[in-house]
């Protein structure tokens, strides 16, 4: 293993994307988001994906010095084009415009279409809560999940995410995806040619599977089953059908470099925290006390910011085999 700086990792993944044809500014958004990801011990959207993403690039999948574009079609609304680029730097052109929009008028919100893997849904959530907002990210992904009772992939796992300040701490983040586990599970196990647990995908005759491979062809299992896929449409119509974004089962793999630009979409709304009650951000903190007073309970988030404060001390450990693949591109 390899332990490498947070400065180190950022510099290795941004100069690997400029190589494959990424302009310097998306690149090092992109490298910083996916650092990030891999700090905070998520791995599915970190390093991992350099390799993946480059080649994207390469082959045009991933227009490499796409431009962002924004236009405000209402006082309170964004419209930002991705440009079939990285889905990063419009993230970041988006968190640049929400805070003050939504101090001005108590809310607002950004819809990006022509876009690509959002990465941890927990950080742009974050971000903004720690700007004084209460917020939330819908995304869709390419098709993974059949409806309940169907056969068929026509949702995405489709993560949703949401954030709120505390006074004088860190927000409360809550990221999740709507399968039963993130698809970068079964993706990391079949490249180490592990098994995964039965109870997470179906193969593509719908049979349960532990094989990872036959899981990737085959379809996730919906978290709290058909509550999961009700969930899933709610960010298809939010994520997709509301910004001019491409439905999951119109949308070309995250994975890989075959197939045209994947057209995905995100959807964020910010409201200040204390647009409606001026003590809200206390009323939080209360009922966050409520929760850690409680011996075994704790509020989300808490794992992920301790591996964060390690790896800012102590560096990331990556396996030799990664730093070489990304050194390599």
């Not at 690149?27 to 910083?32: C, M, P, V």
């Not at 390093?47 to 962002?68: F, H, M, T």
């Not at 849904?121 to 907002?133: I, M």
């Not at 119109?250 to 057209?263: C, K, N, R, T």
Request: overall charge negative; aromatic content about 4%; charged content about 20%.
């Amino acid at each position: 293993m390899a332990t490498l700086t947070l400065e180190t990792a950022r510099r290795l993944a941004t100069d690997a994307l400029i190589r494959c044809g990424t302009a310097a500014p998306a690149a090092d958004s992109t490298a910083r988001a996916l650092v990030g990801a891999e700090a905070d011990g998520l791995k599915g959207h970190g390093l991992s994906r350099v390799a993946p993403y480059a080649a994207q690039v390469r082959a045009g999948k991933v227009v490499g010095d796409a431009e962002v574009r924004i236009a405000q079609p209402r006082p309170g609304l964004l419209a930002v084009d991705a440009g079939h680029g990285f889905a990063y730097p419009a993230l970041d052109a988006a968190l640049d415009a929400l805070p003050g929009m939504a101090r001005a008028q108590g809310i607002a919100a950004a819809g990006i279409r022509r876009s690509h893997h959002c990465g941890a849904a927990g950080r742009p959530v974050e971000a903004l809560a720690e700007q004084g907002c209460v917020a939330l990210l819908f995304a869709n992904t390419p098709a993974a999940m059949a409806p309940w009772g169907g056969n068929r992939a026509v949702f995405g796992t489709n993560p949703l995410a949401f954030a709120c300040p505390l006074p004088g701490r860190a927000p409360i983040v809550v990221d999740l995806a709507l399968s039963k586990v993130a698809r970068a599970n079964i993706v990391g196990a079949a490249k180490r040619g592990e098994a995964i647990p039965e109870g997470w995908a179906l193969d593509a005759e719908g049979r349960p599977t532990t094989d990872a491979a036959a899981a990737l062809n085959g379809t996730m299992v919906p978290l709290g089953d058909a509550k999961g896929t009700a969930l899933a449409l709610m960010v298809e119509v939010l994520a997709a059908g509301l910004v001019g974004a491409r439905y999951a089962a119109e949308a070309s793999s995250f994975l890989d470099a075959a197939g045209d630009p994947p057209g995905t979409g995100q959807f964020l709304i910010a409201l200040d925290a204390g647009a409606l009650s001026e003590d809200a951000p206390e009323r939080f903190a209360v009922l966050a006390a409520a929760i850690e007073d409680q011996d075994g309970a704790r509020l989300p988030g808490g794992r992920r910011l301790a591996l964060r404060a390690r790896a800012a001390a102590d560096g990331l450990s990556v396996p030799d085999a990664l730093v070489a693949e990304i050194e390599a591109l």
